[in-house]
């Protein structure tokens, strides 16, 4: 989901949308089929570099680059 709306950095992330903001995840690219859910925590960066996230109805920690923040897909 790279985009212009993509946030870099976990922290970037955690300044700008609190536990609890409604989220589209997209689990597959170039997929349109998506869930309409929210963050259950804050996100974090892994080892290798990718900025995750927990949400409600996933285990594990999804890539911020799987996920549009509902309302600003037109920003």
């Known amino acids: 989901m790279r985009d212009a709306h993509r946030v870099r950095t976990a922290a970037d992330w955690n300044r ?18 998506h869930l309409e859910t929210q963050t259950r925590s804050d996100a974090w960066t892994l080892g290798g570099g990718d900025a995750v996230v927990l949400v409600e109805g996933r ?14 897909e037109g920003a």
Request: aromatic residues 12%; positive net charge; glycine residues 12%.
């Open 16 to 33: 700008r949308f609190p536990v609890g903001t409604p989220v589209r995840y997209f689990p597959a690219r170039n997929r349109f089929d």
């Open 59 to 72: 285990s594990g920690g999804v890539s911020l680059d799987h996920l549009i923040v509902v309302g600003t």
